[in-house]
């Protein structure tokens, strides 16, 4: 086993978490689809090439985790992968249709735990055949990639479907540089620096120092992304859900998906440049009305959210479409929209709520444009996670949900010939024993849909009828991101 570098402390809050069952597996999924094959295509074989390309690009799949257990993890590479350990082909039921299908693997991926890491890299592609619509000239294939979050964020998973895609084009070609032995000799590339290697996370006396940070740095600790901020907002009437708790055997990641028309998404960026805002900045204050509709007064007076910021732009040495961990949070609170402002027939999109877009756009953009100060670099001074991770269960959530949209994945040119494309992309995160109890997960294909996936961890939104509550959520964003080009 060749040691190659120590973890990072970002890299340690999520192997934590990973060890302990608080947070399980990543999900970005992508529906493809090929043209009627040969009588001798071999699914496994093309996907086997192709995760020989993906490997060879990304030296984290080839990353295992020794130490887990101890406050000094470490990345080690095995000699040999066994790529058997690596792919998972599911049977496809006859009973349910195609949207449930994916929701039940979706599910079951965000749930699966990998064993033995400091011998395989905590990593698998799950794929499920979808059922073939009548005359189709293609075969459609789910292909889910599922990684512990020590090995890449959000955007790692559209990094890693843009090379699988590369690699599945080449797996097709006489001259394919790969074979199909799912043994394959690990590359010698070396990993990629740490976030903390790579840019020089600045902590200034007065931010660390700050009164609050003696209140709040334990928490801090447990956010999916970081730990919070000192001037994290926090009121008494925010809506938070249950407390924390963890129970091994009933852990369990429910979720629901909704899908917006690529018409529908051109209409919503429309509107965006008009008012100067970005999706992210909309899609908070459609969430805060949605559940301003479902949740009543004196159970929910306000939310605090959280949100995903990409770090990559201000890192040496790791690009846009590298495998890393490089993120950082941003925290907001947003009070409860009145039943006049979400149902008044004028629009729910009023002045203010494009105000307010306005305003969530532009501390997102200040909080993306610098490392100094970040709630990530704090994790440097945490020295022991252990204790303090597990002494999180049992206590109020930090915040009411998190919102993370990776944006869009362009699958590139359709060149003539080629018989491997992505319909659409999917993202899902899972139930996170820690953080807010509602986790909206957020990406688009270029010139396609937008999907956003509502993941929570059961039992944990202290309302009667978790699903339906979910349900009726899901469909109020999708009636006001539907109707944009009535605004």
């Known amino acids: 086993m060749e040691r190659l570098r120590a973890a990072g402390p970002n890299e340690r809050r999520c192997i ?24 001798d295509f071999s699914l496994r074989s093309n996907l086997i090439k192709a995760m020989k390309h993906c490997i060879t690009l990304h030296p984290i799949l080839s990353a295992c985790i020794i130490g887990q257990e101890t406050e000094a993890p470490e990345f080690a590479r095995p000699p040999v992968l066994d790529l058997n350990n690596h792919i998972n082909i599911l049977d496809t039921p006859d009973l349910f249709d195609e949207q449930s299908l994916i929701k039940l693997a979706l599910a079951q991926t965000n749930d699966h735990v ?12 799950t794929i499920l055949p979808l059922p073939a619509a009548e005359q189709s000239e293609k075969s459609r294939y789910l292909i889910l990639f599922g990684y512990y979050h020590s090995h890449g964020d959000g955007k790692s998973g559209l990094a890693f479907h843009k090379t699988l895609l590369s690699g599945l084009k080449q797996a097709e070609s006489a001259d394919c540089a790969y074979d199909d032995d799912p043994k394959f000799t690990s590359p010698s590339k070396p990993l990629l620096p740490t976030l903390e290697m790579a840019g020089k996370l600045s902590i200034s006396w007065s931010y660390l120092l700050s009164p609050l940070l003696g209140a709040y740095l334990p928490a801090f600790i447990a956010n999916p992304l970081g730990i919070r901020a000192s001037a994290t907002p926090e009121a008494e009437d925010q809506w938070a859900g249950n407390k924390t708790f963890f129970e091994p055997d009933q852990y369990q990641t429910r979720l629901e998906v909704i899908s917006i028309g690529h018409s529908d998404v051109q209409k919503i960026l429309q509107k965006c440049r008009k008012h100067d805002v970005k999706l992210t900045g909309v899609l908070h204050q459609i969430i805060v009305q949605a559940l301003s509709k479902e949740l009543p007064p004196e159970k929910a007076g306000c939310f605090v959210s959280q949100t995903a910021v990409d770090l990559h732009s201000h890192l040496n040495g790791i690009a846009d479409d590298d495998m890393a961990l490089c993120p950082t949070a941003y925290y907001e609170l947003f009070t409860r929209i009145s039943d006049d402002d979400i149902t008044k027939e004028s629009s729910p999109m009023s002045d203010d709520f494009w105000d307010a877009a306005r305003s969530t756009t532009q501390n997102l953009a200040q909080c993306a444009s610098t490392l100094d100060d970040q709630p990530v670099g704090l994790l440097a001074y945490l020295r022991n996670m252990y204790p303090w991770t597990r002494g999180q269960v049992g206590k109020s959530r930090e915040c009411s949900y998190e919102l993370s949209n990776i944006m869009s994945f362009n699958p590139g040119p359709t060149e003539p010939g080629q018989k491997w494309t992505v319909e659409s992309i999917i993202f899902s995160q899972p139930a996170n024993v ?54």
């Open 114 to 125: 990998f064993t033995s890491c400091d011998v395989t890299p905590p990593w698998q592609i």
């Open 434 to 487: 820690s953080s807010g109890c509602l986790n909206f997960n957020v990406v688009s294909r270029y010139q396609g849909n937008l999907t956003i996936v509502i993941s929570w961890q059961a039992g944990a939104l202290d309302v009667q009828g978790e699903q339906l509550f979910v349900e009726r959520v899901g469909k109020h964003m999708t009636a006001s991101l539907q109707s944009f080009d009535k605004v």
């Open 16 to 39: 934590v978490r990973q060890a302990l069952g608080y947070y399980r597996t990543l999900v970005v999924g992508g529906i493809y689809a090929i043209d009627l094959p040969s009588s």
